[in-house]
């Protein structure tokens, strides 16, 4: 999935931006920043889709934290 957006982790002492969040890396130590880009609606059924995945896309990245 190819959602756009601002993405920033921190890996070690570097925050890292990402505008797709396919390039995040599997593993970082903390999700600092979760900002998708919401289309304006009206919204077609596959933003409402969409949309309604943020919670858990959101859910999967805090999984993928380095405890």
């Known amino acids: 999935m190819h959602l756009k957006g601002t993405y920033v982790v921190r890996i070690d002492d570097e925050l890292v931006t990402y505008t797709d969040i396919d390039d995040i890396p599997n593993e970082f ?39």
């Open 29 to 67: 130590d903390n999700l600092i920043q979760f900002d998708p880009e919401i289309p304006e609606g009206p919204h077609t059924d596959e933003e409402h889709e969409m949309l309604e995945s943020l919670n858990g896309i959101l859910h999967d990245l805090l999984k993928r934290e380095m405890r």
